[in-house]
Structures are given as structure tokens and as C-alpha cells.
């Protein structure tokens, strides 16, 4: 994680940029000796593979499968 202060003099945002890119880390921008923001990597997320806490779930029914009238139902429309 490198360390960016920021002072009254113009910084070069897109060669942080592309430094943090090459390098793949993280910034942590400072002002007047104290930590103001993180600048993070934007990370795409996969869809495809499941959350590691969500795998151990099992589905034991059909959830298209359609709707059974429950009985008291029944019992009203009569």
C-alpha cells in the first residue's frame, strides 16, 4: 500500500493512476498529516462462482415447479 500527501501543489492524477495500475496496489491519500481517503483497485466481480457461505446450500425442490391450492383455500371457494 503506498502512501500519496496532499499539499497545495497539482498532482498528476493519471500517473497515480496508472502507477497503481501496473503495480496493483492500493493508495492511501493523506492531508495535513492525517489519512483523508483509500484509493482502491475497481475489481470485477464473477457471478458465475458462488459465494463460499452460499455453497453449502441445497435446494431440494423445483422452484418453477407450480403452486399446490392449499386445502382451506378449498374449503372457501366451495
Do not use: F, S, W
Amino acid at each position: 500500500m503506498k502512501i500519496l500527501t496532499i499539499d497545495n501543489n497539482n498532482i498528476n492524477i493519471i500517473a497515480v493512476l496508472e502507477e497503481m495500475e501496473k503495480n496493483r496496489e492500493n493508495i492511501v491519500i493523506y492531508r495535513n498529516g492525517k489519512p483523508l481517503a483509500d484509493l482502491t483497485l475497481h475489481v470485477k466481480k464473477d457471478r458465475i462462482t458462488p459465494h463460499p457461505a452460499m455453497k453449502e446450500i441445497k435446494i431440494k425442490y423445483d422452484p418453477a415447479e407450480p403452486l399446490e391450492q392449499p386445502p382451506c383455500k378449498e374449503a372457501l371457494l366451495r
